[in-house]
Nanobody
Framework: QVQPVESGGGLVQAGGSLRLSCAAS????????MGWFRQAPGQQRELVAR???????NYADSVKGRFTISRDNAKNTVYLQMNSLKPEDTAVYYC?????????WGQGTQVTVSS
């Protein structure tokens, strides 16, 4: 079972930026659409961005214009560039295959945005 490893989170002030990475040890990566998800305390996990196998992207309205998802198939890695961060972006961020969610969930990476 594939379990991705998310990294790049941290504590940042409102307006700041972070770049998250999600790497997976798997021989099958490039054909999958990938998603970045987040879960805030007491909230359900939500999809914030997705990228198809050929690079098309979609974003939740709450992050549109601020976040950018990308992928490097040669490295089995998907990225999330987060700019103009807001306190409401505070959450644990995860990645997974979308929409099947066929991988196990990783540990996630904590993003905390202070006001």
């Amino acid at each position: 079972q594939v379990q991705p490893v998310e990294s790049g989170g941290g504590l940042v002030q409102a307006g700041g930026s972070l770049r998250l990475s999600c790497a997976a040890s798997t021989s099958i990566f490039s054909p999958y659409s990938m998603g970045w998800f987040r879960q805030a305390p007491g909230q359900q996990r939500e999809l914030v961005a997705r990228v198809t196998s050929d690079g098309n992207t979609n974003y939740a309205d709450s992050v549109k214009g601020r976040f950018t998802i990308s992928r490097d198939n040669a490295k089995n890695t998907v990225y999330l560039q987060m700019n103009s961060l807001k306190p409401e972006d505070t959450a644990v961020y995860y990645c997974n295959v979308f929409p099947s969610l066929r991988w196990s969930w990783g540990q996630g990476t904590q993003v905390t945005v202070s006001s």
